[in-house]
T-cell receptor
């Protein structure tokens, strides 16, 4: 049962540019999380935003949440080559008993 | 160091030969889960466990078994692997489910079933 869908599927930018990835979901949520995955490795938690929050920051990351549109965005500012990875949103849907459901991810490539 | 350890990292086997992928966490987490990742399909949950002796099916449990006899270990068992179980597998854990806890992931097990 896929809940989140990231957009775009792939994104290629130059170092120093900002990267924006979007996530849309279908049902009401308790929270939404973003994860990063370097090629073939385990996912690493980046940031969590709760349903009553609209925006959250962590270093160069900015996450927004619009529950009326059932969407979230992840902004990476001043990107670096080391940011090259896949990024996934994961939703803790209400009624799901707390299991996170992951989207298919956005593959970000940052060219030096 | 707090971590989730999966073994092996790579595994090649043949159809029907039983195998076990081990997963262990050293963070005293209550919740553990197994996912498989396939191109174009993202991560799909296989099984999860709320605590010792408590396991439940995820979205794609067919062909898999799990057990949770100790809090730290959550092995994934393929009794009779088939080629459609060729995939990248991840174990993950968190303090508890249903409280918005972040997941900690293992490094993954790339399984090929011939």
């Amino acid at each position: 049962s896929q809940q989140g869908e990231e957009d775009p599927q792939a994104l290629s930018i130059q170092e120093g540019e900002n990267a924006t990835m979007n996530c849309s979901y279908k049902t009401s949520i308790n929270n939404l999380q973003w994860y990063r995955q370097n090629s073939g490795r385990g996912l690493v938690h980046l940031i969590l935003i709760r349903s009553n929050e609209r925006e959250k920051h962590s270093g160069r990351l900015r996450v927004t949440l619009d529950t009326s549109k059932k969407s979230s965005s992840l902004l990476i500012t001043a990107s670096r080559a080391a940011d090259t990875a896949s990024y996934f949103c994961a939703t803790d849907a209400r009624g799901s008993q707390g299991n996170l459901i992951f989207g298919k991810g956005t593959k970000l490539s940052v060219k030096p | 160091e707090a971590q989730v350890t999966q073994n092996p990292r790579y595994l090649i086997t043949v159809t029907g030969k039983k195998l076990t992928v081990t997963c262990s966490q050293n963070m005293n987490h209550e919740y553990m889960s197994w996912y498989r990742q396939d191109p174009g399909l993202g991560l799909r949950q296989i099984y999860y466990s709320m605590n010792v002796e408590v396991t439940d099916k995820g979205d794609v449990p067919e062909g898999y078994k799990v057990s949770r006899k100790e809090k730290r270990n959550f092995p994934l068992i393929l009794e009779s692997p088939s080629p459609n179980q060729t995939s990248l597998y991840f174990c993950a854990s968190s303090l508890g489910r249903g409280r918005g806890e972040k997941l900690f992931f293992g490094s993954g097990t790339q399984l090929s079933v011939l």
